[in-house]
């Protein structure tokens, strides 16, 4: 008998520039897998009917968009509200390729038709000058006006969950305008854009530049919608895509048929940092306190507020890497660089109990995971994932590793000061829901 974990098909889950082109294209946000990979473990997966399929990292939206195009229901949970629009606009049916042109010719005519101010503090400021700043944010303020409802946005109170793809693609389509004008701030990190420095001249554009720039983005996305015939099966069935913490999944116990995610990797990424912009284009509306946003992800750079102590439960691979760490005798590595990485694993622990707890019985939870290095000291992430797995009923049932030459953390010139390989492991790691769960 074949068993379920024996029939999946697995390919490399590296993205690839050919898997960033097209519609794609639109969507080349940090980390994740491509949709070839998603839609290869879906369709082999055999899901019976009414199964729900769950990424608790849902990012940009990989796993919800190959899930709807078989028009299986999907749950993708983000923290970051730029991540939760990208989700959505992704979704945007072939059905409205056409109207997205004649549309943003609209919002450009009320963006130029608005007189409003804005705030000395509109932290648009940070990236550009006054005229272009005020320029950008009238077409956000458009955008909102003509796109947004109550639904979404109201007295306060935002549900993202509401926004239509409409919004979200022409929320993108601003975004990454704003990236491309600000491309002089790239870093060694090509994810990030960084804060200019106060001794640095700011781009000045002809404003009509911008809203030209913005409209030739929405064509480019008409254009590749339209040619995604695929999509016009999109309103079979509308994932549900929402803000939400991985360490507190509100879903019923025993509901989800399949999870199929990619953690955040422990290479000390800011993944706010890494829409900083895109978060400064939102700011209006979310009134995020930044800060406190990247506090609470996975892999924050920030020291924990509460004090965290190792736990046995993590296992003896992550109790062996966090001793080698603290026992480093380079700079913080017994403070900081410690107190980071138990945060790291603290909420990864409470996670994978959380993503347990919502599994079906008999379900499968794969994970794409990669390895890193603290200093030399090899950081064996795929194995630390399957230990803390195995302690919350998640039996390991199947691995497929895959070498990556080239990563994110050793894109910095640093990273060249310590011995270790060159590239990364990537594994996928299949595991079934099996046992009773501990309280």
């Known amino acids: 008998m074949t068993k379920p974990f024996d029939q999946l098909r697995i390919q490399s889950p590296k993205r690839t520039k050919s898997s960033q082109t097209g519609w794609d294209g639109f969507f080349p946000y940090y980390a994740g897998f491509p949709e070839s990979f998603a839609n290869e473990i ?16 849902n990012g940009s939206g990989t796993t919800t968009f190959a899930a709807t195009t078989r028009a299986i229901h999907s749950i993708g949970l983000d923290l970051n509200p730029v991540m939760i629009i990208i989700a959505k606009a992704r979704l945007l049916p072939v059905s409205e390729a056409d109207s997205i042109e004649p549309l943003g010719q609209h919002i450009i005519e009320l963006a130029k038709a608005n007189t409003e101010t804005i705030n000395n503090d509109d932290p648009l400021h940070i990236w550009f000058g006054k005229g272009n700043a005020r320029t950008i944010r009238s077409i956000e303020r458009s955008i909102r006006s003509h796109l947004v409802g109550v639904l979404t946005h109201s007295h306060g109170e935002l549900h993202l969950d509401n926004l239509s793809s409409l919004a979200a693609a022409n929320l993108v389509a601003l975004f990454s305008l704003c990236r491309g004008l600000a491309h002089r701030f790239r870093s060694t990190n090509p994810t990030w854009l960084r804060y200019p420095r ?157 993503a347990s707890r919502a599994l079906k019985q008999g379900a499968l939870a794969i994970f794409v995971v990669q390895d890193s290095y603290y200093k030399e000291i090899y950081n064996d992430l795929p194995q630390i994932i399957t230990e803390i797995s195995e302690n919350e009923h998640l039996r390991l049932k199947r691995r497929d590793n895959f070498k990556i030459s080239r990563t994110m953390a050793g894109l910095h010139p640093h990273s060249r000061n310590y011995a270790k390989p060159l590239g990364a492991l990537e594994a996928v790691l299949c595991f079934q829901k099996s046992g009773s769960q501990r309280c």
């Not at 879906?42 to 990292?57: F, H, T, Y």
């Open 42 to 57: 879906i369709s082999s997966a055999n899901l019976p009917g009414g199964s729900v399929i769950l990424d608790p990292w």
């Open 198 to 354: 106060t001794d640095e001249i700011k781009p000045r554009y002809n404003n009509d530049a911008i809203y030209e720039g913005f409209l030739r983005n929405l064509q480019a996305m008409a254009v590749a919608l339209h040619a995604r015939d695929k999509l016009k099966r999109h309103d079979v069935t509308r994932p549900e895509i929402r803000i939400g913490n991985s360490t507190d999944i509100s879903l019923p116990e025993n509901s989800v048929g399949l999870l199929l995610t990619s953690p955040p990797y422990c290479t000390r990424i800011d993944y706010t940092a890494a829409t900083r912009i895109e978060l400064a284009v939102l700011d209006p509306i979310t009134r995020l306190d930044i800060p406190e946003l990247s506090r609470q992800m996975i892999g924050s750079t920030r020291v924990p507020v509460a004090k965290i102590e190792a736990d046995e439960a993590w296992g003896r691979t992550c109790s062996k890497f966090l001793r080698q760490l603290r026992s480093h005798p380079s700079k913080a590595s017994s403070g900081y660089y410690y107190q980071t990485h138990l945060d790291y694993f603290s909420k990864m622990s409470s996670s994978i109990q959380q």
